[in-house]
């Protein structure tokens, strides 16, 4: 399975004691390939900066743990995707899900989330 991980699924991934349950987990063990979009970066950049969310480290740092621990790779935003948000209906109302989501569909990657309105755009899913 190719996954791609919601920013939540990224950061739950590295707590090991809490998060994810047990079928996301399993999935990332198991996957052929884990991606890891530059939105979920750029969203917890924004976030922290807005006092949304508390960051205990640097986000540069947790990229790099999620490379060393699940081997994700980046995956860069292309001019594919960004149409394909386009062409998305308006489900979900957050900017950076619906980029996850046309990445998820122009990719063929199933997503890794707890956000249920992914299933809504017949996105491949493992419930986080």
């Known amino acids: 399975m190719r996954l791609l991980l919601d920013t939540h699924a990224a950061l739950w991934a590295l707590e090991s004691a809490k998060g994810l349950s047990r079928a ?57 995707h960004v149409l394909e948000v386009g062409r998305l209906p308006h489900h979900h109302g957050d900017p950076f899900d619906r980029l996850l989501i046309a990445q998820a569909l122009v990719e063929g990657l199933t997503v890794v989330t707890r956000d249920s309105v992914f299933k809504s755009y017949g996105v491949p899913v493992v419930r986080a």
């Open 24 to 80: 996301a987990r399993k999935a990332i063990e198991e996957a052929a390939e884990i991606r890891l979009s530059v939105v979920s970066p750029w969203e917890l950049v924004i976030k922290a900066a807005l006092g949304r969310i508390e960051l205990h480290r640097p986000v540069r740092e947790i990229c790099r743990e999620l490379e060393r621990e699940f081997g994700a790779v980046e995956l860069p935003v292309s001019l594919g």
